[in-house]
């Protein structure tokens, strides 16, 4: 009786985030949200750690079509980390073993979101950004970058300036 009060207690330490679940990836809104189906109800995942260009800032369109081009009706694994304040799920999608947020990062399409991104790996992926705005990869291939925002899809959203601006 003692072993199983104890197994008990242990199990309710383990956080249910370790927990990930499969689905498939059936539309991509932008570079960081997409839209799964898990036991036959779509989910909306905004991916964890990271702020993509979105419609209308430079390089947008090429970060949702590297998205895309990574999971677009394929099987994914979904570590949810979070709700956001739209209701949707924060989490860590991985393909084929891979997480998508850090695979878009490689490619130089999402920056760390510092704020939100608390995990280990994130100093990693920010280290990754690091590479991939010197060796220009995606967005880090323009010219110069909304100096406001120093690039960061989520400062640039806040100023007008920043908006509608074509980079390449």
């Known amino acids: 009786m003692r072993f199983r009060f104890i197994l008990f207690f242990l199990l309710l330490a383990i956080p249910a985030t370790c927990y990930s679940w499969p689905a498939k990836v059936v539309s991509v809104a932008d570079g960081d949200t997409i839209t799964v189906v ?7 995942i905004r991916l964890y750690g990271i702020d993509c260009p979105e419609k209308g800032q430079s390089h947008g369109e090429q970060a949702k079509a590297l998205a895309s081009a990574l999971v677009a009706g394929r099987n994914v694994e979904v570590e949810q980390k979070d709700i956001d304040r739209y209701g949707r799920v924060v989490g860590l999608v991985k393909v084929d073993g891979q997480s998508l947020s850090e695979l878009i990062v490689q490619n130089g399409y999402a920056w760390v979101y510092p704020k939100y991104c608390k995990e ?3 100093t990693d992926w920010s280290k990754q950004v690091g590479v991939a705005r010197q060796q220009k990869k995606g967005m880090w291939q323009a010219q110069w970058l909304c100096l406001l925002g120093n690039g960061e899809p989520h400062k640039e959203r806040k100023s007008k300036l920043c908006r509608n601006q074509s980079l390449q």
């Open 38 to 44: 898990h036991n036959g109800q779509q989910k909306i």
């Open 120 to 122: 280990k790996f994130c």
